[in-house]
């Protein structure tokens, strides 16, 4: 069974660096189908999507959030990671690593879901 | 300011048959991106109950069932119990964004 557990300092101060690492188990990451993704959610608000990577390398980003992200994959450790940096206090929230899969085979990125969902992690930016 | 509005919240009786509305524009929903809905309960991740806008996922029971129309989606649950009290998320793909999005949420209370 697919699970991703998230780890990472659970506080970070303004101006510095976010970094988190999923480490996934039960399935390789080395797949033509899935994506690997990041996802947020502020305190009382609805999830946003960070980024997502292929287990090639290859990654997109929110245009809102391109500027300061970076998804990197490590695949001989079936890891793949998130360094956010600038952080400020609008960065606060629980992080999620997921999994984002396609209903079948050869669907275009663009109507993935998340199916996977790590537990979360919460990181607070603050002093 | 999501780009998919959902309302806050919404209550209904238990028993009987609420729709959670998603209302989209022509760069996600319109655009004919499939819609997903997520249910999520306090403390825990989101869990995807409806994809490709109205195919229910493994275990979801036959009273929850989604639709789409034009650039809008719905999520309706019929037959409402205790435990469906939740917040409810639409999610898509908007192409201006270039972005995966998700809606604002609606908060579920089974009176």
């Known amino acids: 069974q697919l699970q991703l557990q998230e780890s990472g300092p659970g506080l970070v101060k303004p101006s510095e660096t976010l970094s988190l690492t999923c480490s996934v188990s039960?399935?390789?990451?080395?797949?033509?189908?899935?994506?690997w993704a990041w996802i947020r959610q502020p305190p009382g608000k609805a999830p946003e999507w960070i980024g997502s990577v292929f287990y090639s390398g290859s990654a997109y980003y929110s245009p809102s959030l391109k500027s300061r992200v970076t998804i990197s994959v490590d695949t001989s450790k079936n890891q793949f990671s998130l360094k956010l940096t600038s952080v400020t206090a609008a960065d606060t929230a629980v992080y999620y690593c997921?999994?984002?899969?396609?209903?079948?085979?050869?669907?275009?990125?663009?109507?993935?879901?998340?199916?996977?969902w790590g537990k979360g992690t919460r990181v607070t930016v603050s002093p | 300011q999501s780009v998919l509005t959902q309302p806050p919240s919404l209550s209904g009786a238990s028993g009987q048959r609420v729709t959670i509305s998603c209302s989209g524009s022509?760069?996600?929903?319109?655009?004919?991106?499939?819609v997903h809905w997520y249910q999520q309960f306090p403390g825990r991740p989101p869990q995807v109950v409806i994809v490709g806008d109205s195919n229910r996922t493994s275990g979801v029971p036959e009273r929850f069932s989604g639709s789409r129309s034009g650039s809008s989606a719905s999520l309706a649950i019929s037959g409402l119990q205790s435990d469906d009290e939740a917040d409810y998320y639409c999610q898509s793909y908007d192409n201006s964004l270039s972005a995966w999005v998700f809606g604002g949420g609606t908060k579920l209370t089974v009176l």
């Open positions: 022509s760069s996600n929903i319109g655009a004919g991106y499939d």
């Open positions: 997921v999994r984002q899969a396609p209903e079948s085979k050869n669907t275009p990125r663009f109507y993935y879901f998340m199916d996977v």
């Open positions: 039960g399935a390789s990451m080395i797949s033509t189908i899935y994506y």
